[in-house]
């Protein structure tokens, strides 16, 4: 599913045949997007190869930023699916296709550091954060600005 076929308000609604994010484009979208019609989208990697679907969108309550999107990847028809905690920052929105792109080979996430969706990890914790940036070559926001 992605965002388009999500969008209850018409937010992201073309106009006369526009692509989405045109100069003509009425909405938002690209460079704002409501968070629920994010959830659920497709991820795939540069190669193609389908990583799974955003689950949830954290977000840090005291900077106001979007921290991680939770993926789910693996498992038969929903069952055993793994959770991964994938910085914002290493997701693009690709407009053309209504997805997301995650630079990462689809054997990296297989072993990327993730949780059950029964045990999910303190996301506050700093040196849980900075394993997880580590592992997909980003850095946290603050780092960023102090960087």
């Known amino acids: 599913m992605n965002y388009q076929d999500r969008d209850t ?14 100069d003509q484009h009425k909405g938002p979208g690209p460079r704002l997007m409501g968070a629920d019609t994010l959830n659920g989208n497709d991820v795939y990697n ?3 190869e389908d990583l799974g679907d955003v689950k949830e969108i954290m ?7 979007v921290s991680y999107a939770v993926l789910s990847f693996g498992g038969f028809l929903g ?10 920052s290493a997701l693009s929105l690709d407009t053309t296709n209504r ?5 990462v080979q689809k054997d990296r996430l297989e072993g990327a550091p ?4 029964d045990q999910w990890p303190d996301m506050s914790d ?4 900075k394993g997880i940036h580590d592992y997909y070559g ?10």
């Open 9 to 22: 308000y018409g937010m992201y609604r073309t106009t006369a045949g526009l692509p989405f994010g045109s």
């Open 46 to 48: 540069l190669q193609g």
């Open 59 to 65: 977000l840090d309550m005291d900077s106001g930023r």
């Open 79 to 88: 069952m055993g699916n793994k959770l991964f905690a994938v910085p914002w």
């Open 99 to 103: 997805r997301f792109t995650l630079d």
């Open 114 to 117: 993730g949780f059950d969706k």
């Open 126 to 129: 700093p040196a849980w954060a």
């Open 138 to 147: 980003t850095k946290p926001y603050a780092d960023v600005l102090n960087g």
